[in-house]
């Protein structure tokens, strides 16, 4: 079948929705089917087949960008392309656009619910949070009703949806990743790169240096765990609004890398020792999977959609929202070496039993199926 994706966020800008989307167009593509992706332009993106930009302008977000739509240009891809479905992995801007063309063209529309957006709101000025978040409520709600099928990658999602008086049925399917990127994964280079000793023990985040990261209880946890420990570090392969603020602090072996794309950031995970996670803000958290694949053990703060992800006591530990716990069990992974396998065999099996690309991408062409 030929699919239609459309969304804000798409590489080059990195985030968990655009690897989310590469994923599932690469095991869609596997499976024989056609995939386009009709995203805003960003300044350093490469022309690629069936990869359609719109004008945009800066958000914001740092390095975010807003399309700028072209409807009779765009409608007359859909139609030349034979589209046989849209999924949106937007409910915004691109979100409305493209049900506007699901109406036209007659087909099914599916939406994947990536983010908790109530969780974004400080991002916008001028109006109260409060305000915010309600008024972002009731307009979910309303675009989840007038779809066909909304996925969400966990249970949490579904459930929050729910709540809030959205009755379209759910499909919960959680993401994919390659699980080649993760075999592939070199170590080789990255601690050299940063300067790591190969004796150092690493703990590694990524994800965005945002507020909703939770980053300044996970750098007063380090601080603890570290105490006066010189072989331990502290490797931050993000980028975000924070950066300045975060490298400012100047805390000894905290290591700032930047944003890291795919499939490099697999060899980060496998230079690493503990993936540690203090989000309170994720549906999901593919960053997570991505380090089980890798085999890394991880200690995540239990948060919505964190706990739906890792398994506590098989492939990491969840913990309370506490330095004292968290940095406890960062250091009881880190002194039990059979504690340790025990986890990263877990988390190995446990990745490739639920996040395999091609789980993800079967379960994603069931849903369009069904739909259709």
Same mark, same amino acid.
Request: proline share 4%; charged share 25%; hydrophobic share 35%.
């Given at each position: 079948m030929n699919v239609a994706f459309f969304s804000e966020s798409y590489k080059p800008y990195i985030s968990g929705v655009t690897n989310s989307m590469e994923t599932l167009k690469s095991g869609l593509e596997e499976l024989g089917h056609r995939v386009l992706v009709f995203s805003p332009n960003y300044p350093s993106?490469?022309?690629?087949?069936?990869?359609?930009?719109? !004008?945009?302008? *800066?958000? =914001?977000?740092?390095?975010y960008r807003l399309a700028i739509p072209m409807p009779g240009r765009t409608l007359n891809i859909l139609k030349e392309s034979g589209v046989e479905i849209i999924h949106s992995h937007s409910p915004y801007q691109l979100g409305q656009l493209s049900r506007h063309y699901a109406r036209k063209l007659k087909i099914p529309y599916v939406f994947t619910m990536h983010t908790l957006l109530s969780q974004y709101m400080h991002y916008v000025p001028f109006l109260p949070e409060?305000?915010?978040?309600?008024?972002?409520?009731?307009?979910?709600?309303?675009?989840?009703?007038?779809?066909?099928? /909304?996925? =969400?990658? =966990?249970?949490?999602?579904?459930?929050?949806?729910?709540?809030? #008086?959205?009755?379209?049925?759910? @499909? /919960?399917? *959680?993401? #994919?990743?390659?699980?080649a990127l993760a075999e592939k994964a070199d170590p080789k280079g990255v601690r050299y790169n940063h300067g790591i000793p190969k004796h150092a023990k690493v703990l590694l985040f990524v994800g965005r240096l945002a507020k909703e990261k939770n980053l300044d209880f996970l750098l007063k946890a380090f601080e603890a765990i570290r105490g006066d420990r010189n072989d331990l570090y502290l490797l931050i392969a993000a980028g #975000? !609004?924070?950066?300045? @603020?975060?490298?400012?602090?100047?805390?000894?072996?905290?290591?700032?890398?930047?944003? /890291?794309?795919? *499939?490099?950031i697999f060899n980060y995970y496998a230079a690493s020792d503990i993936f540690v996670f203090s989000s309170l803000s994720e549906t999901q958290g593919l960053v997570l999977a991505e380090a089980m694949a890798c085999g890394i053990p991880q200690v995540a703060v239990a948060a919505q959609g964190v706990s739906d992800v /890792?398994?506590?006591?098989?492939?990491?530990?969840? =913990?309370?929202?506490?330095?004292?716990?968290?940095?406890?069990?960062?250091?009881?992974?880190?002194?039990?070496?059979?504690?340790?396998?025990?986890?990263?065999?877990?988390?190995?099996?446990?990745?490739?039993?639920?996040?395999?690309? @091609?789980?993800?991408?079967?379960?994603? @062409?069931?849903?369009?199926?069904?739909?259709?």
């Open positions: 993106a490469k022309k690629e087949k069936d990869i359609y930009r719109f !004008p945009s302008l *800066p958000s =914001t977000y740092p390095g409060d305000i915010l978040i309600n008024f972002t409520s009731a307009y979910i709600k309303s675009f989840c009703n007038r779809v066909d099928c /909304v996925i =969400t990658p =966990t249970n949490k999602v579904s459930n929050e949806l729910r709540s809030i #008086g959205v009755r379209t049925r759910i @499909e /919960v399917v *959680p993401t #994919g990743m390659d699980m #975000g !609004p924070m950066n300045s @603020e975060l490298k400012g602090r100047g805390i000894r072996n905290a290591i700032f890398a930047g944003a /890291v794309g795919y *499939p490099e /890792v398994v506590d006591g098989v492939t990491g530990f969840l =913990t309370k929202e506490s330095i004292d716990d968290f940095a406890a069990k960062v250091s009881e992974l880190l002194s039990d070496d059979i504690l340790y396998l025990k986890m990263s065999q877990g988390s190995r099996s446990n990745a490739q039993k639920v996040y395999s690309k @091609e789980a993800f991408a079967r379960k994603i @062409e069931q849903v369009y199926k069904s739909v259709i």
